[in-house]
């Protein structure tokens, strides 16, 4: 089955201590994008590829790092992660960025 | 001011009933118009794309561009129980297509047997 998939789905964490959200598609996609979803705010978008290690910013990078060492999977890293980085996260892949995004199920974090 | 304007809801309707749901936009560069939809604990999936302005249908839903008031609709006809999740209306730059979206902050729909 084509899918992305993104692991955990939930996770509690303190203040400061390093984590990594996995994100891995199956659909041999060259685009691969990652969002936070926050009440009134909406989808934002933190980075991008459109290859592999070929990454940008997108809206909201302040305090995220991703890597594209391999086309299927886009990591999410926060290094040392604050209760302003408590959100919904999304990945998101698309065949080259000009076709309609696949949406994982989702990150639930939540930073104490 | 945000560059997409949604409002949020909740609307609830009636089984049956015809929903329309709308966005407002200030970048007059955009170019293509999508509507995702949301369930609960899940993420968005690809509803309606449309490119510049006009009309497109597809079974229940319609959806309108009116570039000239920066306004985009969606219109669901016979809603049923199932539609009951969040819409997000989202666009983009001709230059930059799927890559760079712009989201609305979605309306919550639900529908009521």
């Known amino acids: 089955e084509a899918q992305v998939t993104q692991n955990p789905r939930y996770l509690i964490t303190v203040t400061g201590k390093k984590l990594t959200v996995t994100c891995s598609q199956n659909?041999?996609?060259?685009?691969m994008s990652w969002y936070r979803q926050d009440p009134g705010l909406g989808l934002r978008q933190i980075y991008y590829?459109?290859?592999?290690?070929?990454?940008d910013k997108g809206d909201v990078p302040e305090g995220y790092k991703v890597s594209r060492k391999e086309k299927r999977n886009f990591p999410l890293i926060l290094e040392s992660p604050s209760p302003n980085q408590t959100s919904l996260y999304f990945c998101a892949s698309s065949p080259s960025g000009r076709e309609k995004l696949f949406f994982g199920s989702g990150t639930q974090l939540s930073v104490l | 001011q945000k560059e997409v304007e949604q409002d949020p809801g909740p609307l609830s309707v009636p089984e049956g009933a015809i929903v329309s749901l709308n966005c407002t936009y200030s970048n007059s560069a955009f170019q293509y118009f999508m509507w995702y939809r949301q369930y609960s604990r899940k993420g968005p999936e690809l509803l309606m794309y449309?490119?510049?302005?006009g009309n497109k249908e597809d079974g229940r839903f319609t959806a309108q561009v009116d570039k000239s008031s920066k306004y985009i609709s969606l219109f669901i006809r016979d809603s049923q129980p199932s539609d009951s999740a969040t819409y997000l209306c989202?666009?983009?730059?001709?230059?930059?297509?799927?890559?760079?979206?712009?989201f609305g902050t979605g309306t919550r729909l639900l529908v009521s047997p």
């Open positions: 989202a666009m983009s730059a001709m230059n930059t297509g799927f890559q760079k979206l712009v």
């Open positions: 590829s459109m290859n592999v290690e070929v990454t």
């Open positions: 659909m041999n996609h060259e685009y």
């Open positions: 449309t490119y510049s302005s």
